[in-house]
T-cell receptor, first 114, second 116 residues
Framework: AQSVTQLGSHVSVSEGALVLLRCNYS??????LFWYVQYPNQGLQLLLK??????LVKGINGFEAEFKKSETSFHLTKPSAHMSDAAEYFC????????????FGTGTRLTIIP | EADIYQTPRYLVIGTGKKITLECSQT?????MYWYQQDPGMELHLIHY???????EKGDLSSESTVSRIRTEHFPLTLESARPSHTSQYLC???????????????FGPGTRLTVL
């Protein structure tokens, strides 16, 4: 069974400050890891994903995440927050057997302080 | 840009009514999914389909049913709505492309259902 834990249901950062959203996973097999963003009244949009290869993954809107197997983590970062980054962020894991079934974390609501 | 549509976007309905939530995608994806999302909670997979005439129950038990008669269409039906069904329902689709490890799921905008 797989699971995802997102530490901090609400995170607030000042505009221009570093964004760090934490995600830890549990998986009995090598995982595929994803970060999705959800803006109000919209569906989810993929920010980035890790499948194999380079452990530092770059995504859209200046976000990146690093897969750390020893820490079972996949934290999302952005060097400088922008007001448009305010949204709900979901970390998700799937197995690598190709069924694309995702297990999601509970989400982190990111607020940007002007 | 992903082309996956859900209707209605918002639905308020009385207890006992039969409802169908529509989901359509124009990308030709074989795989489609329904998730249930409560405020402040994670998304839970309630149904999925790997192609026409294929439907499976997801990780979260649901009283809803689904059908997949056409590739592009994956409707979800509640025969008798109850207040406990109040939630947001998100539809998604994906396609495993040859040579790729995995492919992303594309999500629709969701249907927010309120059962009074």
């Amino acid at each position: 069974a797989q699971s995802v834990t997102q530490l901090g249901s609400h995170v607030s950062v000042s505009e221009g400050a570093l964004v760090l959203l934490r995600c830890n996973y549990s998986s009995s097999v090598p995982p595929y890891l994803f970060w999705y963003v959800q803006y109000p009244n919209q569906g989810l949009q993929l920010l980035l994903k890790y499948t194999t290869g380079a452990t530092l993954v770059k995504g859209i809107n200046g976000f990146e995440a690093e897969f750390k197997k020893s820490e079972t983590s996949f934290h999302l970062t952005k060097p400088s927050a922008h007001m448009s980054d305010a949204a709900e962020y979901f970390c998700a894991v799937s197995d690598n057997f190709g069924n694309e079934k995702l297990t999601f974390g509970t989400g982190t609501r990111l607020t940007i302080i002007p | 840009e992903a082309d996956i549509y859900q209707t209605p976007r918002y639905l308020v309905i009385g207890t006992g009514k039969k409802i169908t939530l529509e989901c359509s995608q124009t990308m030709g994806h074989d795989k489609m999914y329904w998730y249930q999302q409560d405020p402040g909670m994670e998304l839970h997979l309630i149904h999925y389909s790997y192609g026409v005439n294929s439907t499976e129950k997801g990780d979260l038990s649901s009283e809803s049913t689904v059908s997949r008669i056409r590739t592009e269409h994956f409707p979800l039906t509640l025969e008798s709505a109850r207040p406990s069904h109040t939630s947001q329902y998100l539809c998604a689709s994906s396609e495993r492309l040859r040579g790729r490890d995995s492919d992303e799921q594309f999500f629709g905008p969701g249907t927010r259902l309120t059962v009074l």
